[in-house]
């Protein structure tokens, strides 16, 4: 079982730069989320997705959008790239009858 | 945001003794989960504890949990040195709230275990 699939696994920008974070999940999850961990800040959460159609903001949202595109992908942009976006993302989906996070393993950003 | 925070920041053990770890938040929640990060890896659930319950075993993990000082402690009894990562803990607000199911963490802990 693949889980929860992140791409690209390294990515380096330029400022200025946009690019998107793709994710998908094959457990039939309802519930998605995207975080960013910093070193010595923990996971910062950025997007929460409930359902299908639907996204709501976390912590640290400014700088990013996101597109639930179907029940599987949820996908985090950057629309014009800066250093302090420099950082390790996850995405997350959530078992509903148990509460329980799956998490993807990471994609390593760095902006130059 | 009611993300936890946990307590102390690091800890450093022998292998074979017990390892706790604390964690406090800051309003009513429904229930509480505590996740394990080895370096570099994503986050791996570890155990989840409702608001009705107090206590909670699983495997060499003891989970407590004490409402009315909104606080929560993660005992890994004979710990190993496989053990050695960063555990997280994440309260989630109960429902009806606009925080709900936005889980969210604090800095973790970070244990190391010593052969």
């Known amino acids: ?112 | 945001s009611q993300q936890g925070e946990e307590d102390p920041q690091a800890l450093s053990i022998q292998e074979g003794e017990n390892a706790t770890m604390n964690c406090s938040y800051k309003t009513s929640i429904n229930n509480l989960q505590w996740y394990r990060q080895n370096s570099g890896r994503g986050l791996v659930h570890l155990i989840l504890i409702r608001s009705n319950e107090r206590e909670k075993h699983s495997g060499r993990l003891r989970v407590t949990l004490d409402t009315s000082k909104k606080s929560s402690s993660l005992l890994i009894t004979a710990s190993r040195a496989a053990d050695t990562a960063s555990y997280f803990c994440a309260p989630e607000p109960n429902a009806g709230g606009t925080s709900y199911g936005k889980l969210t963490f604090g800095q973790g802990t970070i244990l190391t275990v010593h052969p």
């Open chain 1, 1 to 112: 079982n693949a889980g929860v699939t992140q791409t690209p696994k390294f990515q380096v920008l330029k400022t200025g730069q946009s690019m998107t974070l793709q994710c998908a999940q094959d457990m039939n999850h309802n519930s998605m989320y995207w975080y960013r961990q910093d070193p010595g800040m923990g996971l910062r959460l950025i997007y929460y997705s409930a359902s299908e159609g639907t996204t709501d903001k976390g912590e640290v949202p400014n700088g990013y959008n996101v597109s639930r595109l179907n029940k599987r992908e949820f996908s985090l942009r950057l629309e014009s790239a800066a250093p302090s976006q420099t950082s390790v993302y996850f995405c997350a989906s959530r078992q509903t009858n148990t509460g329980e996070l799956f998490f993807g393993e990471g994609s390593r950003l760095t902006v130059l």
